[in-house]
């Protein structure tokens, strides 16, 4: 259209065709490509043989046919790239612009390299210190679940050692069983971090080890089920935390432990009809509460929130994002 344009004397020049056909042609490719429009993928046709001795389809691997679709759409891409900056050289050479463009570019190039000199030590600094400021955070974070897991592990069994001290056999049970955790624990090994563990069986395990610690009963109800990553690891562990206080200073009293596993988030209910407390009073150096369930949520993006009066019980509610809820 543009060339018949041009013959019949309309103002259509050679400046104005040629790039506009080329940026119209690059534009056409690169946008085929970016909105998703481009070659359907090829025929598989790399297959293995069925199982030897076995009749049966052969297994068909599409590897080879994807790797020959991804090459063909890079070159499109880079052709349309290719025709687009091409057309920007054709329409300054024709408009004699190439030699102000050309100025201007080396114009560009001397203050870029200027302000470079200039600012480079600050610029240097800058990243070193949120390089610094990163790591201390990251620090500060391990630190933190360190005294979250030495206080939910360590000093617990410490503390029940102490309570049934005039029992040899309950103390070394105790030191036993603290020994395999922390080993456990140091090494690294999938229990210890999470692994592939259930939401149901974290959290009846734990319900298990505070009524054989403490000899109060703990009944869990679970509603859905959850694969544990990190995250889920967590809130099990505030949640078993929240369970210990409840047994020890709910006066004896059963805990409930409620928890619901949506598409959405997961939400844990520890509570008790014991004596309650003030949450305002507790000291600023008592983990338990502090790192061990409400920081502890916070360093995987949940919240927890504590309920309790004197003489009214204690619930404590976590909650999780999970999925895209969690970005």
């Known amino acids: 259209m543009l060339l018949a344009f041009r013959s019949v004397g309309l103002w259509f020049s050679d400046a104005i065709v040629w790039p506009l056909v080329l940026v119209t042609a690059g ?41 020959t679709t991804r090459g063909i759409e890079v070159s499109r891409t880079g052709l349309g790239i290719a025709l687009v900056i091409g057309a920007g050289f054709i ?11 050309r100025d201007v570019l080396v114009a560009t190039l001397v203050v870029a390299i200027v302000l470079g ?5 600050w610029i240097l600094r800058l990243v070193r210190n949120l390089g610094a ?8 974070q391990e630190r933190a679940e360190m005294a979250a897991h030495l206080h939910d592990s360590v000093l617990q069994t410490l503390a029940l050692m ?36 259930l939401l149901r069986a974290a959290l009846e395990r734990a319900a298990a080890d505070v009524e054989e610690d403490h000899g109060v009963p703990v009944e869990v109800i679970v509603v859905g089920e959850l694969r544990l990553d990190e995250s889920g690891e967590a809130i099990v562990a505030a949640a078993r935390e929240a369970m210990n206080n409840a047994a020890k200073f709910g006066g004896a009293a059963p805990v409930n432990v409620y928890a619901e596993a949506t598409e959405s988030q997961l939400q844990v209910f520890v509570s008790d009809r014991g004596p309650g407390f003030d949450v305002s009073t507790v000291p600023g150096d008592r983990r338990g509460v502090r790192e061990s369930i409400i920081g502890r949520m916070e360093r995987h993006g949940g919240h927890a929130e504590i309920r309790s009066r004197p003489g009214e019980g204690t619930e404590i509610e976590l909650t999780l994002p999970l999925g895209e809820a969690r970005s």
């Not at 400021?133 to 500060?140: K, L, T």
């Not at 030191?175 to 080993?183: G, I, K, M, N, S």
């Open 27 to 67: 534009g056409a490719l690169i946008w085929r490509q970016s909105m998703g429009g481009g070659t359907p993928a090829a025929p598989e046709t790399a297959t293995s043989p069925a199982p030897t001795g076995k009749p049966g389809p052969a297994v068909v691997d599409p590897t080879p046919a994807r790797a």
């Open 162 to 197: 102490q309570k049934n001290s005039d029992d040899p056999r309950v103390v070394a049970t105790l030191a036993r069983r603290q020994e395999r955790e922390l080993r456990t624990w140091l090494s690294g090994s999938p229990s210890a971090v999470g692994g592939e563990r």
């Open 133 to 140: 400021e990163r790591a201390e955070r990251i620090r500060s």
């Open 117 to 121: 000199v200039i600012l480079a030590p």
């Open 91 to 101: 329409f300054l050479q024709a408009t004699g612009s190439l030699s102000a463009a």
